[in-house]
């Protein structure tokens, strides 16, 4: 059985440094891209970026590209997603995803929960 | 940027109705589309990909068409389980992109 856990709900303050991790098992990590999406209360669906576990190559959305850093650890079958310096406009749930057989995502984690205030 | 617009953005239906929701791609995606269905306080759930292709567990009452820039979802007869939001996401080319989403809710 697929599964993606993410890593528990995250309260921080502007400025701090964070970063989440989705936890892979059931299939071959390095056979699949993994990728982040963030859902804003309320609001839709937003492409962060994806990497692909095996030469790490990653892509990043244009809003997100240079906000956030995604990763992975092969030798644990992890990804990650890190800010360096969080906004409160950074309040989101943010969902690890796994990648198809082309770009859709077809098993998704929990969910993590940030909120960022002061 | 490949930009996705969904209609309605909310849909009053009952159950037993056939509901349809459309997504335009600002230029042509081919047929590189999926759909998501988000329940409130729930993780999205695929439902379909590359346009019409069900996704496994996925009831047969639900079917995907179009190409091109013009695409839709389809629910023959809507079920209470089916009162959820739908995404449409285009994968023809990074970044990806979503659709803002069509809520579908209880006449």
């Known amino acids: 059985e697929v599964l993606l856990v993410q890593s528990g709900a995250e309260v921080k303050k502007p400025g701090e440094s964070l970063r989440i991790s989705c936890k892979a098992s059931g299939y071959t990590f390095t056979d699949n891209w993994i990728g982040w999406v963030r859902q804003k209360p309320g609001k839709g669906l937003e492409w962060m970026g994806i990497i692909y576990p095996t030469d790490s190559d990653t892509r990043y959305g244009p809003s997100f590209q240079g906000q956030v850093t995604i990763s992975v650890d092969k030798s644990i079958t992890t990804a990650y997603l890190h800010w360096g310096s969080l906004k409160a406009s950074d309040t989101a749930m943010y969902y690890c995803?796994?990648?198809?057989?082309?770009?859709?995502?077809?098993?998704w984690g929990q969910g993590t929960l940030v909120t960022v205030s002061s | 940027d490949i930009q996705m617009t969904q209609s309605p953005s909310t849909l009053s239906a009952s159950v037993g109705d056939r509901v349809t929701i459309t997504c335009r791609a600002s230029q042509s995606i081919s047929n590189w589309l999926a759909w998501y269905q988000q329940k409130p306080g729930k993780v999205p759930k695929l439902l379909i990909y590359k346009t019409s292709s069900l996704e496994s567990g996925v009831p047969s009452r639900f079917s995907g068409s179009g190409f091109g820039t013009q695409f839709s979802l389809t629910i023959s007869s809507l079920q209470p389980d089916d009162f959820a939001t739908y995404y449409c996401q285009q994968y023809q080319s990074y970044p990806i992109t979503f659709a803002g989403g069509t809520k579908v809710d209880i006449k």
């Open positions: 995803v796994r990648r198809g057989w082309g770009d859709y995502y077809d098993y």
